[in-house]
C-alpha cells in the first residue's frame, strides 16, 4: 500500500525556536497533502491543505506566519512552527491522498512536539 | 458540504463481545467513507473503506461496515472484541469524486475492552 513518512517521530525544543516538520509520499506523487494538529483524546483538526508549487491553503484561526508550509516537490510538503511556544506542543500528523484511490488518505505516523 | 457524526464518543465491552460503532454522515456528493484506527502516540491506519462497489464491506482484524443510503449510516462492527482492539476509531466522509476531497473527520469513538 502507499507510504507517507514523517520526520521527525517527536522533537522537543526550547520556547522561540522554529522547528520544522516533513511530510513525504515514499512510493505516489501527491499534489496536495493535508497538516492536522490533534490535541489528547480529540479528533484530527485540519490546519492546511498543501498544494505542490503554489500556496497553502489554511483553515479558519490557523495563522499562516506561525505555521509555515511549503510543497517544493510533488513527494515533499514541510510544515515549520515558528518561534514555537508551549501552546504550540501538539501531535501533527500528514496525510496524502494517493491518485485514483477515490480520495482515501494515507496517513503519516505523526509527530510529537513538546515545546519547553 | 458534508458532514460526519459518531454518535458515541466512548464504547465500552468486554473481551469477546461484539463491537459497534456508529457513524452517520451527510455528504451533497457521492461519498467514499472510511474508517481509521488510531493508537496512542500512533499514526492513524486504514480499517476498511466504502468506494460506491460492495455496500458490506470487510476490514482488517476482522472488521466490517455496512454502507446504508437510505439511513446514511456506516457503522463498524466486529463479531468479538480482542482486547488489542482497544484504541481510538475515526469515521472520514470524502467525495467519490469531484468537489472538494478535503475530508471530514468524526470526532472519535474511543473503543474501551475490558478482559
Known amino acids: 500500500g502507499a507510504v507517507v513518512s514523517q520526520h521527525p517521530s517527536w522533537v522537543i525544543c526550547k520556547s522561540g525556536t522554529s522547528v520544522k516538520i516533513e511530510c513525504r509520499s515514499l512510493?505516489?506523487?501527491?499534489?496536495?497533502m493535508f497538516w492536522y494538529r490533534q490535541f489528547p483524546k480529540q479528533s484530527l483538526m485540519l490546519m492546511a491543505t498543501s498544494n505542490e508549487g503554489s500556496k497553502a491553503t489554511y483553515e479558519q484561526g490557523v495563522e499562516k506566519d506561525k505555521f509555515l508550509i511549503n510543497h517544493a516537490s510533488l513527494t515533499l510538503s514541510t510544515l515549520t512552527v515558528t518561534s514555537a511556544h508551549p501552546e504550540d506542543s501538539s501531535f501533527y500528523i500528514c496525510?496524502?491522498?494517493?491518485?485514483?484511490?477515490?480520495?482515501?488518505?494515507?496517513f503519516g505516523p505523526g509527530t510529537r512536539l513538546t515545546v519547553l | 458540504a458534508q458532514s460526519v457524526t459518531q454518535l458515541d464518543s466512548h464504547v465500552s465491552v468486554s473481551e469477546g463481545t461484539p463491537v459497534l460503532l456508529r457513524c452517520n454522515y451527510s455528504s451533497s456528493y457521492s461519498p467514499s467513507l472510511f474508517w481509521y484506527v488510531q493508537h496512542p502516540n500512533k499514526g492513524l491506519q486504514l480499517l476498511l473503506k466504502?468506494?460506491?462497489?460492495?455496500?458490506l464491506v470487510k476490514g482488517i482484524n476482522g472488521f466490517e461496515a455496512e454502507f446504508k443510503k437510505s439511513e446514511t449510516s456506516f457503522h463498524l462492527t466486529k463479531p468479538s472484541a480482542h482486547m488489542s482492539d482497544a484504541a481510538e476509531y475515526f469515521c472520514v466522509v470524502t467525495p467519490a469524486s469531484g468537489g472538494s476531497y478535503i475530508p471530514t473527520f468524526g470526532r472519535g469513538t474511543s473503543l474501551i475492552v475490558h478482559p
Open positions: 512510493d505516489f506523487q501527491a499534489t496536495t
Open positions: 466504502y468506494t460506491s462497489a460492495a455496500t
Open positions: 496525510s496524502a491522498p494517493r491518485p485514483g484511490a477515490n480520495n482515501e488518505q494515507f
